[in-house]
């Protein structure tokens, strides 16, 4: 069955089959969809997109672990300033994380979701969970889960904290205000780590997943338990169990924006992002360059994950794209998804930066399905157009 829901929003000459795969895809959703797509070729907005009762190409959406992207953007411009060195050990910056046989571990490893720190025994309380450095002060007397080093998982919800501390520590900033300060707001960009206030009414509260009785016996029959690595890793075994699908509804989440889940943006703001990273935009030069967006698109951990229970690729604190989610993306793009649907990515390659929002969670979590087919349209556009 189709939907009447309205795309709106601008394309230029060449992207037009993209605006009629987006309007594909929102006519095979529900009748309440909201959602953006946003695409930028060599810095320059080529895609502008959304869709949906109530929504507008400026609201704004939980983007999730997408969030990762933003706070590891950070990292990578210390280290290509030489404020820190992927290959010294997290303790010179950090002596504390030397607990519990953490010592030898280096930031390279650590970006690379190779700690086994993925959460606590306990577990975390939601203001916990609202404040990157209580995480880390609890992560550093943690003991790991795995030798650190020695294999990989993902650190869902604390990467940002960890990876905060030591910019804190080596900046005497906070990973927030650094990306305030040398990117969102020089850029325009309207990707936030902190909500303010007087952005609230833009905000458009996360719509829980609806499965069909088959997803939903699917998601019944993951193998699981309260003491998993999966379960340890969502904070679903404390006495505080988080539910992802209502955490950014929190005010506490969004006014502080933790660096693992806590952004909150649109996808004009998670592809700005992107096309600022690998390109000149509005006449600033990119970022990074060229050898740190090698450095950081470089796979670092690829294989079995222990949290996830499947295949997973990792570059220093984004995921490898093109071996995660599309296979038909240059070598050494990197981003990060988001566990609602959301999507964000740059491919240095080609000089396409891609996001995409939506405000229901998606099945099965992660990178919405439809980001398969809007990609893949961008990307076609993209090498089509002079």
């Known amino acids: 069955m189709t939907r009447d829901i309205t795309v709106q929003g601008t394309v230029v000459e060449g992207f037009e089959p993209v605006r009629e795969e987006f309007a594909a895809v929102v006519a095979g959703e529900r009748d309440d969809y909201e959602g953006q797509l946003c695409a930028y070729v060599h810095g320059r907005r080529v895609v502008d997109l959304w869709a949906g009762a109530g929504a507008a190409g400026d609201s ?4 999730y672990s997408a969030t990762k992207g933003a706070a590891h953007l950070v990292a990578a411009l210390l280290v290509q300033d030489g404020t820190l060195e992927v290959d010294r050990k997290v303790t010179y910056y950090w002596p504390e994380f030397a607990a519990e046989g953490k010592g030898a571990l280096t930031l390279r490893d650590l970006l690379a979701h190779r700690a086994g ?3 606590t025994d306990t577990g975390f309380s939601l203001a916990e969970l609202a404040d990157d450095r209580v995480i880390a002060e609890r ?3 943690q003991r790991p889960f795995w030798r650190p080093g020695t294999a990989f998982g993902y650190h869902a919800l604390v990467i940002g904290a960890l990876t905060g501390e030591i910019v804190r520590r080596a900046t005497g900033r906070t990973l927030q205000e650094v990306y305030e300060e040398r990117i969102r707001a020089p850029h325009g960009l309207d990707l936030h780590l902190g909500l303010p206030a007087a952005h609230e009414p833009r905000f458009r509260t996360v719509r829980p997943m609806l499965p069909t009785p088959a997803q939903q016996a699917r998601l019944d ?4 338990g309260p003491d998993t690595l999966e379960s ?8 505080d169990p988080t539910d992802l699908q209502s955490l950014p509804n929190e005010r506490l989440i969004r006014a502080s924006g933790p660096a693992s889940v806590g952004g909150v943006g649109s996808a004009r703001g998670l592809a700005g992002m992107y096309a600022a990273m690998i390109s000149e935009v509005d006449g600033r030069a990119p970022l990074l360059k060229e050898d740190t967006l090698a450095e950081f698109g470089r796979i670092h951990s690829v294989g079995y994950d222990l949290v996830a229970r499947e295949h997973k690729a990792f570059g220093l604190g984004f995921q490898a794209t093109a071996d995660t989610w599309h296979p038909f993306l240059g070598a050494g793009a990197l981003g990060h998804s988001g566990v609602n649907g959301v999507q964000s990515f740059a491919d240095p390659r080609s000089g396409l930066a891609y996001g995409y929002t939506r405000r229901r969670f998606a099945y099965p979590g992660g990178a919405a ?4 087919r809007l990609a893949a349209a961008v990307h076609r556009a993209a090498r089509a157009t002079p």
Not at 60 to 63: F, K, Q, T
Not at 221 to 224: I, K, L, T, V, Y
Not at 369 to 372: L, R
Request: charged share 10%; no cysteine; hydrophobic share 50%.
């Open 60 to 63: 704004l959406y939980a983007v």
């Open 117 to 119: 720190l993925v959460g």
């Open 139 to 141: 992560l550093a007397d």
């Open 221 to 224: 029959a993951r193998p699981s």
């Open 232 to 239: 340890i890793a969502y904070n679903l075994h404390g006495a």
């Open 369 to 372: 399905p439809e980001n398969a």
